[in-house]
T-cell receptor, first 110, second 119 residues
Framework: GQQLNQSPQSMFIQEGEDVSMNCTSSSIFNTWLWYKQEPGEGPVLLIA?????ELTSNGRLTAQFGITRKDSFLNISASIPSDVGIYFCAGHPDTDKLIFGTGTRLQVFP | GAVVSQHPSRVICKSGTSVKIECRSLDFQATTMFWYRQFPKQSLMLMAT?????????EQGVEKDKFLINHASLTLSTLTVTSAHPEDSSFYIC???????????????FGPGTRLTVL
């Protein structure tokens, strides 16, 4: 079946550093979404991308929908301790279904 | 906003019993809701798509007789884990799709999840 691979699997950074993570697919996706999940909670939508090449920001977060429609990246600038969590990419292939990536676990040290 | 609630937030039950989990969209109507399962340190895996007024669509490998889904209204879907066993212990998360009038911008909003532990 379709899979979304995220890298890196985990990151340990110092407060203030910039973060970059990406998501790749073996097939084309029509929508790319980035979610953050904190322990014991459901995922919260951060950014939604609907067009190939689209670059969208939400505060310190920036995400792009790859031109090939098979990848996306998420950048976090000037990280802070509350950025800690698991970041998931997700996408709609060609149906209502939402396929989730493998996740990137972010740890920020003060 | 678009708020989705789940109840209970956590449940512990004995092996062989059935457990019902509710998912509600609090401030919008959702013709479609989704149920996911997440094992520790893993991603969310779609179990089934719940459509209001019709039968749920289950993903490959998910037993429909074990995971009963009912979507009786536009704001409520329930997942019943029947005859639960320890291997069913997991984090169950629902989402509700809010219609924006254009399919490419419809957004899924997630509930806070239900932690099920089967002893």
């Amino acid at each position: 079946g379709q899979q979304l691979n995220q890298s890196p699997q985990s990151m340990f950074i110092q407060e203030g550093e910039d973060v970059s993570m990406n998501c790749t697919s073996s097939s084309i996706f029509n929508t790319w979404l980035w979610y953050k999940q904190e322990p014991g909670e459901g995922p919260v939508l951060l950014i939604a991308l609907y067009k190939a090449g689209e670059l969208t920001s939400n505060g310190r977060l920036t995400a792009q929908f790859g031109i090939t429609r098979k990848d996306s990246f998420l950048n976090i600038s000037a990280s802070i301790p509350s950025d800690v969590g698991i970041y998931f990419c997700a996408g709609h292939p060609d149906t209502d279904k939402l396929i989730f990536g493998t996740g990137t676990r972010l740890q920020v040290f003060p | 906003g678009a708020v989705v609630s789940q109840h209970p937030s956590r449940v512990i039950c004995k092996s062989g019993t059935s457990v019902k989990i509710e998912c509600r969209s609090l401030d919008f109507q959702a013709t479609t809701m989704f149920w996911y399962r997440q094992f520790p340190k893993q991603s969310l895996m779609l179990m089934a798509t719940s459509n209001e007024g019709s039968k749920a669509t289950y993903e490959q490998g998910v037993e429909k007789d074990k995971f009963l889904i009912n979507h009786a209204s536009l704001t409520l879907s329930t997942l019943t884990v029947t005859s639960a066993h320890p291997e069913d212990s997991s984090f169950y998360i629902c989402s509700a799709r809010r219609l924006a009038g254009h399919s490419s911008t419809d957004t899924q909003y997630f509930g806070p999840g239900t932690r099920l532990t089967v002893l």
